[in-house]
């Protein structure tokens, strides 16, 4: 048999996080609070003696932490439902690598109970946040300068604005007044 007609042998889901676990030293209850789950189910994710997870925004989660394609857990089923596309979250994944911080290393930078919600902003489940102070906390982590931080956030509020409804042309006045106003209000000018 030659050496490229051998069967690759995929490794099992449940020793590719307990290999990225103890390759991160992160313990099994960051990990659980990273992706939404119990203490205990982390346990049974790695725990060869029952089947591996195979719920979809888990395992995306899962993925996103680890910093993998979902696709690479034999598990993962293609979701019928879109993920959100979001330039911004593209932009913080790309300061993220330019600065070598890792998904984890990101995490560990907000309070525990933030966490989960970072993962599904990553993921593309949910948007970033219109909050201002929840934005600037995220940006901080990234050492990302003010302007950048009120442009991303003045884009994001033009986006609610338009997708609620307003036409943010025929109104530009009105949308001009209001991010002046918010500009002064955060001492941009």
């Known amino acids: 048999m030659k ?8 490794e099992k889901s449940s020793e ?12 099994k209850k960051d990990f659980a609070e990273m992706i939404g789950v119990t203490l205990s189910y982390v346990y049974n994710l790695i725990d060869d003696t029952i089947p591996f997870s195979t719920r979809g925004t888990t395992l995306e989660r899962i993925a996103t932490v680890m910093e993998i394609e979902p696709e690479e857990f034999e598990e993962y089923k293609i979701p019928q439902e879109p993920h959100v596309i979001d330039d911004f979250v593209e932009y913080l994944k790309d300061e993220m690598k330019a600065k070598k911080m890792s998904v984890v290393n990101f995490l560990k930078a907000f309070p525990r109970k933030k966490r989960l919600e970072i ?28 302007d950048d931080v009120y442009n991303m956030w003045e884009r994001r509020m033009k986006q ?11 109104n530009a006045a009105l949308v001009n007044a209001m ?5 002064k209000y955060i001492n941009l000018q």
Not at 120 to 143: F, H, S
Not at 160 to 170: F, R
Not at 179 to 183: I, L, S
């Open 16 to 27: 590719k996080v307990a290999k990225f676990l103890n390759k991160n030293g992160l313990h």
């Open 119 to 146: 993962v599904d902003i990553l993921r593309g489940n949910l948007p970033l946040p219109i909050d201002y102070k929840e934005l600037t906390m995220i940006a901080q982590v990234l050492e990302l300068n003010k």
């Open 179 to 183: 991010f002046d106003c918010a500009k």
């Open 3 to 10: 050496s490229k007609d051998k069967p690759v042998i995929q």
């Open 160 to 170: 609610v604005l338009e997708t609620n409804g307003m036409n943010i042309y025929s």
